[in-house]
């Protein structure tokens, strides 16, 4: 059974910084691109970041870019995400999405999601 | 980036009822369109790929049409389970983006 199980959330001022972790068990983990997809409060979804299975090659949302970056460990089947120069804008659920098998960015398998709200 | 824009905003039906919804692109997605449910509390969940495919363990009454820009979800008949909110996603042009949502409530 595939999980994904996202930690490190909380609440940051503005200009704060995080590092958001999402641990998946259940299958292959360095043969499936990974993503975060986030969810302002009463909002829709709006896709973040994305990485490949080896991680060589990363993406970014145009509204994070230079802000957020996305890693992952293979050896500890283990993604992240590192937020810096937080805004308020930028508080939501995050949530870590599985790529599905074949492409990056259709989302097969989603964790329970991570609150991030940035207040002072 | 690709607009997608989801109508109805909100769908109220009964149970047992056929549910209909609509997606439409701003410029054509081909056949790159994915729909999701979404419950409160919950994780959204992948219910058809490539405009047309249910995904693992997704009931039949959920089927996916379209291609190009205009996209329809349909629910055969409404179980309680599925009152939710439903959003499109396409991935044909990066970014990948998705749709507002439609909320599909109890009449």
């Known amino acids: 059974e595939v999980q994904l199980l996202e930690s490190g959330g909380g609440l940051v001022q503005p200009g704060g910084s995080l590092r958001l972790s999402c641990a998946a068990s259940?299958?292959?983990?360095?043969?499936?691109?990974m993503n975060w997809v986030r969810q302002a409060p009463g909002k829709g979804l709006e896709w973040v970041s994305g990485?490949?299975?080896?991680?060589?090659?990363?993406y970014y949302a145009d509204s994070v870019k230079g802000r957020f970056t996305i890693s992952r460990d293979n050896s500890k089947d283990t993604l992240y995400l590192q937020v810096n120069s937080l805004r308020a804008e930028d508080t939501a659920v995050y949530y870590c999405?599985?790529?599905?098998?074949?492409?990056?960015?259709?989302?097969?398998?989603w964790g329970q999601g991570a609150l991030v709200t940035v207040s002072s | 980036e690709i607009v997608l824009t989801q109508s109805p905003a909100t769908l109220s039906l009964s149970p047992g009822e056929r549910a209909t919804l609509s997606c439409r692109a701003s410029?054509?997605?081909?056949?790159?369109l994915a729909w999701y449910q979404q419950k409160p509390g919950q994780a959204p969940r992948l219910l058809i790929y490539?405009?047309?495919n249910r995904a693992t363990g997704i009931p039949a009454r959920f089927s996916g049409s379209g291609s190009g820009t205009d996209f329809t979800l349909t629910i055969s008949s409404l179980e309680p389970e599925d009152f939710a909110v439903y959003y499109c996603?396409?991935?044909?042009?990066?970014?990948?983006?998705f749709g507002g949502g439609t909320m599909v409530e109890i009449k």
């Open positions: 259940g299958f292959t983990f360095n043969s499936y691109a």
């Open positions: 996603q396409q991935r044909s042009v990066w970014p990948p983006t």
């Open positions: 990485i490949s299975g080896g991680g060589g090659s990363t």
């Open positions: 410029q054509s997605v081909s056949s790159f």
């Open positions: 490539d405009a047309s």
């Open positions: 999405a599985k790529g599905k098998t074949g492409t990056t960015y259709y989302f097969e398998y």
